[in-house]
């Protein structure tokens, strides 16, 4: 039986979903992140996946989002981008008071998320050295080429892209791992994406695996690829995970 919880860690409202026999334990820890304009109640249903097999799930609900909820911004993918931001700077804030609650152990902890949530999983495994496994469905290690993308798909539509907006974002690159697969530091990283993909090019989940499956950092990658689910996770893949991070979280 799991136990769902309703949290606040400063200010960030969160679920916590773990197995009900592990109340006042210490157990492996993953923090999984949803996707844009979704929440994390929407995502229970894969969270429970990872709980039921003997991990504390931490499910926050991102900037602008769920209990944070907030419009999006006029100037193209301003607020998509700010979300991303925020999830990566909170996630040390998320970690510190899960410890000091002692509910977790820093040391054994993975991060996990869909779509938006898998770049900002993917961005979390280039800034923090303490993760210890990362997965990233159906989402991107190539920000900067998808940032990119959203501007080129802007103008095409007419859209103006402010100077000083592209300026705002250069921070991006620094979180992007196939500008610096260095920093996967040969850590467990398995990387889902569908060929069918309209929401996110599987193009670009594809070049990073090209560009950095040779690199030794890079070699506890996992990519896997498929080509009939468009951008939709399913209950084969996410078992997928949940196996990963058995193998690679302990």
């Not at 040391?107 to 495994?125: F, I, W």
Request: proline fraction near 6%; aromatic fraction near 10%.
């Amino acid at each position: 039986m799991l136990s769902i919880r309703k949290r606040h860690f400063n200010q960030i409202p969160l679920l916590e979903v773990f197995p009900a026999e592990t109340e006042g334990q210490i157990i492996p820890a993953i923090v999984y992140y949803h996707g844009w304009r979704s929440n994390k109640e929407l995502v229970l249903t894969n969270v429970r996946k990872l709980a039921d097999v003997g991990f504390r799930v931490l499910v926050p609900d991102a900037l602008n989002h769920g209990e944070r909820w907030a419009e999006v911004a006029p100037l193209p993918s301003f607020t998509f981008w700010q979300t991303i931001n925020a999830n990566i700077n909170e996630f040390n804030q998320i970690v510190a008071h899960a410890t000091e609650l002692e509910l977790i152990d820093p040391a054994r902890v993975g991060v996990a998320g869909v779509s938006m949530g898998g770049m900002t999983a993917s961005a979390l495994l280039s800034a923090n050295p303490n993760i210890q496994a990362a997965a990233c469905l159906m989402g991107t290690p190539e920000l900067v080429n998808y940032r990119k993308l959203v501007f080129a798909h802007a103008r095409a539509n007419s859209i103006q892209v402010p100077r000083a907006l592209e300026l705002s974002l250069s921070w991006v690159r620094a979180f992007d791992l196939s500008v610096h697969p260095e920093l996967i530091n040969n850590r467990p990283f398995y990387v889902w994406h569908d060929e069918q993909d309209k929401r996110i090019p599987f193009a670009h989940v594809a070049d990073f695996y090209e560009h950095t499956k040779n690199h030794p950092a890079n070699q506890q990658l996992t990519f896997v690829h498929t080509n009939q689910y468009g951008h939709m996770l399913t209950a084969g893949i996410m078992e997928q995970t949940v196996q990963f991070f058995q193998a690679n979280l302990h």
